[in-house]
């Protein structure tokens, strides 16, 4: 600074304590930066709390520097100071940086809060510093530039400015906040120094009058060294404070962060637990419509089918019956578990078809079985029933009242037998001739043996031995005539179907009997060929020489217009599977229907005297009997099969 030689004072600067201002005004710069986060970070009475103690640190902080700045300023005349303005100036200084981190720490800066801050914050600033000229005490009056001082305000004003907007910027904590903080602390300080100094200059001391030193101090160095300590100690006081605190909040935040984290994670594993339980909601529900709508319809053909359906228990108990069973038996649910009651003495009166249910109900196979029911009302009715076992070890019965259905199957039956032998009896008239040819040979031999011992008995001298020849040969023609025509009648009697273990070649050979005369005025050379190692089989043989002679009498029927070769009929027998195969094999015109199985159908005849019945009877008979009929191309002529089972019935 100039000062005029005559008539001002001349000051000088002391450079290091310029530099030492300089310093405390960045530093103070940097802790207003730093609180000024602190003071955002928080709220409440702790913001109130951070708001005032770093007003306070960063109020001290720039006083100091004030005070350093003043200090660093040497005029030739002692200088003191009226501390009650000074303290009043540190007041300022704190205020004006209360409004400063007041403005800073908000949620939002508009230009408006902007503007006024800087306005109160630099009317703060510039008052301190006026208002610490005015407290010295030194034997010269302060005049002062306007101009410089205009510059000053202003300086104080931009500053103020610039640091608001820097510290509004920075309160954040981002990685480049330190460094970033270091710079705009450094360009703070060095405003408010260059707002210190231009002040300093407005001013110039023209000497005067030794000044009242009422309430003035002097600072000496060492006062002033330690104004410099101390505040150097609040501002690092202050920045470690905060440094702790932000770590605190840095530590709280990620603490924080790491719950929410937490907290998110537990959300989603709840939500996804939940969805996962939604879904199970969901799936029950449908498993139980499900469920519901299978109980229904089970609930409905349980009540609605026109079938008896009943449950018996593991104890054997009948516990459950449903409304076809009830109706056709007589017997309602509730009765059928009255204590004193047995149902199934009730059901089956005969101990021998109690024995039969039960039997079937504890093996439970799902077989049908006809039962003999006794309905309430005292009728026997019968019933085609099975069982199957449940899983929870009691038995399901299903059962249909067949009485109606047997009746006509019996009917049936009876239609049918008739029918085969009405056929039967047609057939037979065929063989009349050649049957009463067979008789008419042993009986013309009784006649001739009879006459004999007639005349020989009668002679007087008979001779005994050859009556007792002639005598024996009657009895054995007697015999064939006998058995020829209790065959026939076999044949032409009308009785019940007669199931017998029979041996299959015996049935051959009394038809070879039968048709023997037939086949020799035919010309036909009939063959047998039987295995004796047959099975027996059950049959009714009446039946099934039925069968065989109306394949034979076929036979012998196509081989009649053979003339180039010799007529055979060949009838063999063999064991096949568990029962027989019987074949009949004629060396005549052959089958030359298409296809073969046609002649099977009833009433198909190629004969201008034919019926067309026997092959259709025959085939029913033998399937009655479990086996099977068919035909085959022969080579010349046609072959028949057919086979029955030694078991019997498997149909
Ligand atoms: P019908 O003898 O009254 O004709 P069948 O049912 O016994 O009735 O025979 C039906 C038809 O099958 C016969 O008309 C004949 O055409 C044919 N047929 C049966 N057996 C033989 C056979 N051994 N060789 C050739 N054709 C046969």
């Known amino acids: 600074m100039f000062i005029s030689a005559n008539i001002e004072l001349t000051g000088s600067y002391d450079y290091g304590e310029v530099g030492r201002s300089v310093f405390i005004a960045i530093a103070a710069s940097y802790a207003a930066l730093d609180l000024a986060g602190r003071v955002t970070a928080a709220s409440g009475r702790i913001r109130a709390a951070w708001l005032t103690g770093g007003a306070a640190a960063m109020g001290i902080g720039i006083w100091a520097m004030h005070i350093k700045g003043m200090l660093a300023f040497h005029l030739p005349v002692p200088v003191e100071y009226h501390w009650p303005t000074f303290l009043a100036s540190l007041l300022v200084a704190m205020l004006a940086s209360a409004v400063a ?302 009485t109606e259905w047997k009746r006509t199957q019996a009917a049936l039956q009876e239609a049918q037998d008739n029918l085969a032998r009405v056929t039967r009896v047609i057939g037979m008239g065929e063989l009349v001739a050649s049957i009463a040819h067979e008789i008419n040979q042993p009986l013309t031999a009784v006649l001739m043996n009879g006459n004999f011992s007639l005349r020989q008995i009668t002679s007087g001298m008979p001779n005994l031995e050859e009556v007792q020849k002639a005598i024996a040969e009657i009895v054995e023609d007697g015999n064939r005539i006998s058995a020829v025509i209790s065959r026939v009648r076999g044949l032409l009697k009308k009785g019940a179907v007669d199931r017998v273990r029979l041996d299959i070649n015996e049935v051959i050979e009394e038809v070879s009997v039968l048709v023997r005369s037939e086949a020799a005025r035919n010309l036909v050379h009939v063959r047998l060929e039987l295995d004796t190692a047959l099975p027996r089989v059950l049959g009714d043989r009446v039946q099934l020489q039925q069968v065989l002679i109306n394949l034979v009498m076929n036979g012998i029927d196509a081989m009649g217009a053979v003339t180039d070769r010799t007529r055979t009929l060949n009838l063999t027998s063999f064991p096949h599977g568990n029962g027989v195969l019987v074949r009949v094999q004629d060396s005549g015109s052959g089958i030359d229907t298409d296809p073969v199985e046609r002649i099977f159908e009833p009433f198909f005849t190629t004969k201008p005297q034919g019926i067309g019945m026997g092959l259709s009877i025959s085939r029913s008979i033998i399937e009655s009997h479990g086996g099977r009929l068919w035909a085959e191309p022969g080579s010349p002529g046609a072959i028949f099969y057919f086979t029955l089972p030694a078991n019997g019935m498997t149909v």
């Open 101 to 402: 981190l007041y403005v800073a720490s908000r949620q939002k800066i508009g230009m408006v809060e902007a503007l006024i801050g800087s306005v109160i914050m630099s009317a703060g600033i510039a008052g301190m510093h006026y208002m610490g000229m005015a407290a010295m005490r030194l034997p010269a009056i302060a005049r002062f530039s306007l101009l410089l001082v205009t510059i000053s305000v202003l300086f104080a004003f931009i500053f103020s400015l610039v640091a608001l907007m820097m510290a509004f910027d920075l309160r954040e904590e981002t990685r480049w906040t330190v460094p970033r903080r270091l710079g705009s602390a450094t360009v703070m300080g060095l405003a408010v120094s260059a707002m210190h100094y231009s002040g300093m200059a407005a001013a110039t001391f023209i000497p005067a009058s030794p000044p009242d030193l009422s309430y003035a101090v002097s600072i000496s160095p060492f006062a002033n060294s330690g104004i410099a300590i101390v505040t150097l100690i609040v501002i690092v006081a202050a920045m470690v404070t905060s440094s702790v605190d932000r770590r605190a909040s840095v530590e709280v935040q990620r603490l924080n962060q790491e719950l929410e984290r937490r907290v998110a994670e537990r959300t989603l594993q709840l939500e996804e637990v939940n969805q996962a339980l939604r879904k199970e909601i969901v799936d029950r529900k449908r498993t139980e419509d499900e469920l519901k709508k299978q109980k229904e319809v089970f609930q409905n053909i349980f009540e609605d089918i026109p079938v008896m359906i009943g449950f018996v228990g593991k104890d054997g108990h009948l516990e459950l019956v449903n409304p076809e069973w009830q109706r056709t038996l007589g017997w309602t649910q509730e009765e059928i578990r009255e204590p004193g009651l047995d149902i199934y003495a009730e059901l089956f009166p005969d101990p021998e078809y109690r024995q039969v249910f039960f039997e079937v109900v504890a093996a439970s196979t799902g077989e049908w079985t006809d039962l003999k029911v006794k309905v309430r009302e005292g009728r026997v009715i019968d019933v085609a029933a099975a069982f199957v076992l449940l899983s929870d070890g009691s038995s399901l019965g299903i059962g249909k009242d067949i």
